[in-house]
């Protein structure tokens, strides 16, 4: 339909339906906003650009925090996943990371019926060209074909799109994915809002086809028998689990790629932008880390009934001859097909250090921006996003003050910090090391730290609610049942337990403390505690394990707390604080941080520094 016409008025419009926009467009929708989603295509809804996967090391923790505010990410990744493993399974619970592949195909079907089926919310199908205004604040999109969307607030996701350039080899052209035309218009809009812009970069592998590849001379890797699941509230994995191949490349892969790194996009000088250090192409692996003599590859099946396979760890930007040729040096895949080509592709971000916490930008009232925009990269890291400008969208829609994620309360608050404190400079991925409350902030116990306030932002609907209620009610009795009663020491040796004696009477929790101490030997010496629900004991199990460091973190956390009360005001005149350096006013102005700990952490900001501010603040008030 062409023509100007308004559709009619929403409190909240997303524009974007990958991974950021579900969760975004669902948030608020759950938060009770009147949403639409507006995207390109209405059936690339979810779709995976890249690996087929969710999860992993830090990213399943940010999984595990969106599902805690009842958000879709959690859920669709349990019905999609055809192999779930807890990576570091062997180390301390807080560092655990649940992963599951996905059945590509029915990870988008999924994601699709969830946001077909969501109530307040409306599936537009176009593409945005232009913002309505009013003043410098947005109050709507405009279409392609000319409709124009009214809305109270605009949440753009337009991940990889704008200016999107794909290269392979020295073959470049226009697009916002494989398949995908680019958001150039779009692209063209923003400069007007004269935001600092960068670029960035991201490649993908080729895909394989699974019927050529020699799986029976390949080493197998299974899931975990035991899936650990995402959504606290799934129960099963529905869909048949599978194993994925392991092969690695070799001296001659390595010859092949290094003889021709000049027909390379990323190394013939075709692209500008900045690519992932912790996610390398394959040509920057062999010229990074030359001493290396192989690279583990790991062959994951893109889902059940597709015989696409998905070589994780081989990334690239060579030309399609070189891909084949390395691609068939390799054990197993010596008569492997390749079904499409692996590219890299250079888009425009948004520098997040002019976003607020609550991923709004300063500049233009009415405007949040969530995902790769920002210059991130992965799936959970755009959703976890989205979470949080959805939510703040909404509360901005009905007049209520924004929601800000802590560093201290989850993964979520540790990204967005980072992102909006300390800009980017590559694309930047979630890992554990980021944290530094990690021990409290396990995906264990995401449900624990995120819930209640998701309850109370009236986020989380009723059944999830319930649920969380119930199970806090069974741990708080299992915690009484573990503290109650004290052993002796001797009562300790007996049961065959063994710590250093130290003549104190210990709880069966204390006990739990000590990293050789497992639930079974508790259990045998309290055997009442046998008929505590497993769960619910392997979770007050975790909790014990930490309990003493989480003490002495909780003391550094209030620390904070106190500096975090000395909020910086909005139109605070960095020029006028006499003794700062040129450099460090330039930061704080650009960077505008809400308030003294966000100060603290910018890049060059030191004690000194802080007390001047500290007390010029305190003289203004
Ligand atoms: P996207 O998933 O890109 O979604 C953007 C959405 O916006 C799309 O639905 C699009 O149709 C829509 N859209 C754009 N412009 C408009 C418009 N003007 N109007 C309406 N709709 C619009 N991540 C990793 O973690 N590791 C990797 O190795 C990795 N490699 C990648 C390689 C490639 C080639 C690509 C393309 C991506 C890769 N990613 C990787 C990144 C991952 O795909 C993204 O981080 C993630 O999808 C970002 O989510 P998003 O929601 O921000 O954007």
Known sequence: ??????????????????????????????????????????????????????????????????????????????????????????????????????????????????????????????????????????????????????????????????????????VSYAGGRMGDKESSRLAKRIDDFDLPLGRLKTGTPPRLDGRTIAWDRLERQDGDDDPTLFSFLSRKAPLRQVACGITHTNSKTHDIIRDNLSRSAMYGGHIDGTGPRYCPSIEDKIVRFADKESHQIFLEPEGLDDDTVYPNGVSTSLP???????????????????????????????????????????????????????????????????????LNAARSARGDDPVYFRRDQSYIGVMIDDLTTRGVTEPYRMFTSRAEFRLSLRADNADQRLTPLGIDLGCVGTHRAECFTRKLEKLDAGRERMMSDSFTPKQIAASGIKINQDGTKRTPFQLLAFPDVSLDDVVRLAPDLGDLDPEVGLQISREALYANYIE???????????????????????????????????????????????????????????????GRIRYLE
């Open 1 to 170: 339909m062409t023509g100007v016409f308004h559709v009619k008025q929403f409190d909240v419009l997303v524009v974007g339906g990958g991974h950021a926009g579900c969760e975004a467009a669902h948030a608020a929708a759950r938060s009770g906003a009147d949403t639409a989603l507006v995207t390109m295509k209405k059936a690339d809804i979810g779709i995976m650009s890249c690996n087929p996967a969710i999860g992993g090391l830090g990213k399943g923790h940010l999984v595990r925090e969106i599902d805690a505010m009842d958000g879709v990410m959690g859920k669709v990744a349990d019905a999609s996943g055809i192999q779930f493993r807890l990576l570091n399974r062997r180390k301390g619970p807080a560092v655990q990371g649940p992963r599951a592949q996905s059945d590509r195909r029915v990870y988008q079907r999924e994601m699709l019926n969830l946001t077909e089926n969501a109530k307040n919310l409306t599936i537009i199908e176009g593409e945005v060209v232009d913002f309505l205004m009013e003043g410098s604040a947005v109050t709507g999109v405009k279409l392609a074909d000319g409709t124009e969307l009214a809305s109270k607030t605009v949440v753009l996701t337009s991940g990889t799109f704008l200016r999107g350039l794909i290269h392979i080899g020295d």
């Open 320 to 390: 399609e001859d070189v891909q084949r040729a390395y691609i068939q040096s390799i054990a197993g895949l010596e008569d492997a097909v390749i079904m499409q080509p692996g590219y890299a592709i250079e888009y425009d971000f948004v520098d997040p250090c002019v976003l607020d916490a609550d991923l709004s930008l300063r500049s233009v009232p009415g405007l949040y921006l969530a995902g790769q925009i920002n210059g991130t990269t992965g799936y959970e890291e755009a959703a976890a996003q989205g979470l949080v400008a959805g």
């Open 552 to 614: 002495r973190q909780k003391q550094d956390v209030e620390r904070l707390r106190k500096d975090e009360s000395y909020a910086i005001p909005a139109d605070f005149a960095y020029q006028a604080v006499t003794g700062l350096s040129a450099e460090l006013k330039a930061k704080l102005e650009h960077v505008r941080p809400g308030d003294l700990s966000q100060a603290a952490r910018i890049d060059g900001m030191t004690p000194a520094a802080l007390a001047l501010l500290l």
